[in-house]
């Protein structure tokens, strides 16, 4: 390297930033014990010890018309899950409470779906509405593609934040998804912005990417301005293209959250679905610079139960 790790270190914590072919260095020739440290550095310099706890609600599952190869709830494929409309608000209201009490930050509704029909759409609106004045909790969503209309309806009900995953880089995205484009993703994150809402996308490792393409999205993301992003470490479902995929090696998930957090300093890492493939490494992760926890469950598997990722914060460190 041009740089050593310790130059870029002193450079990230002056504001400084680094390009793609530093980071591509980085990822090539760096110890992996090296850069944990540098990354767990700064991870502490721009966040603290402070953690951010987050969760979801499969609000409404299955059916999908997208064909995204990783997903269990896409129409195109035969993977067994509960597939069911909208759920009721009282339902909504009563996880959202729990997880309240559990100390979590932020509660998510999560839809299945291109979008939400028109009636599903005042349907949430209400649902919103209904959590923000009957819980403090703040209340995030991951509805599909959105208009900059409905952005701002989604802010005017009590909205913080919107949650639209890039999934992987540009240049790999057409592996995994033909039914829309990375473009109108970005479309999406752009409405989103232009409405005044808080935006939350990361993507998926171990989809048959590279490293190159996973620097690619986080360059994008550091690009439109994302400062909240989680990592989610692909699950292979039964039924679905990816079901028979190589799972990828602990290592190589350590290296890209690091490197992500060298892309982006001051970011929300978030530790998502998946991390219990880690095994003994998922602890280790944490060193790797992440600043965001989703706990529970997630949309078709599970995840820990939140008194043991309480747990582990703990033995690490982290002011819960």
């Known amino acids: 390297m041009n740089n050593s790790l310790q130059d870029i270190e002193l450079r990230l914590l002056n504001g400084g930033s680094i390009n793609f072919k530093e980071a ?3 990822a090539e020739t760096a110890r992996l014990e090296d850069l944990l440290d540098v990354s767990d550095r700064i991870r502490r310099s721009f966040s603290g010890n402070k953690i951010n706890l987050c969760t979801i609600i499969n ?13 269990a709830q896409s129409a195109h494929y035969n993977t067994n899950i509960s597939e ?31 979008e939400l029909d028109d009636n599903d759409f005042e349907k949430i609106l209400g649902i919103i509405r209904r959590l ?11 509805l599909g593609f959105s208009t900059c209309d409905r952005a701002l309806k989604l802010k005017e009900a009590g909205l913080d934040m919107y949650h639209h995953n890039l999934e992987t880089g540009r240049s790999y995205f057409k592996n995994i998804c033909t039914t829309h484009t990375f473009d109108d993703k970005i479309q999406t994150i752009k409405n989103l912005f232009s409405a005044g809402l808080k935006v939350c996308s990361g993507g998926i490792i171990g989809i048959g990417e590279t490293m190159k393409d996973r620097l690619e999205m986080i360059f994008e993301l550091r690009e439109l301005g994302i400062k909240n992003i989680p990592i989610n ?34 970011a929300e890492i978030r530790y998502a679905a998946g991390r219990k493939n880690l095994g003994r490494y998922q602890k280790t ?36």
């Not at 139960?305 to 582990?312: F, H, K, P």
């Open 24 to 26: 591509m260095e980085i």
């Open 59 to 71: 609000a409404k599952s299955g059916k999908c018309p997208e064909n995204c190869k990783y997903c």
């Open 84 to 114: 069911y409309p909208l759920i009721n608000g009282e339902e909504v209201l009563k996880q959202a409470k729990t997880n309240e009490a559990y100390g979590v930050h932020r509660f998510s509704l999560v839809t299945s779906g291109r």
């Open 132 to 142: 923000k004045k009957e819980t403090r909790i703040k209340i995030c969503a991951s």
């Open 233 to 266: 470490i692909l699950i292979p479902i039964s039924g679905t293209p990816f079901e028979n995929i190589k799972r990828i090696e602990p290592v190589e998930v350590l290296r890209t959250i690091s490197l992500f957090r060298l892309v982006i300093p001051d």
């Open 285 to 320: 992760a944490l060193r790797a610079g992440i600043n965001g926890l989703m706990v529970g469950n997630f949309l078709t598997t599970s995840g820990n139960a939140i008194e043991e990722d309480l747990n582990m914060l703990r033995e690490t460190g982290f002011e819960v």
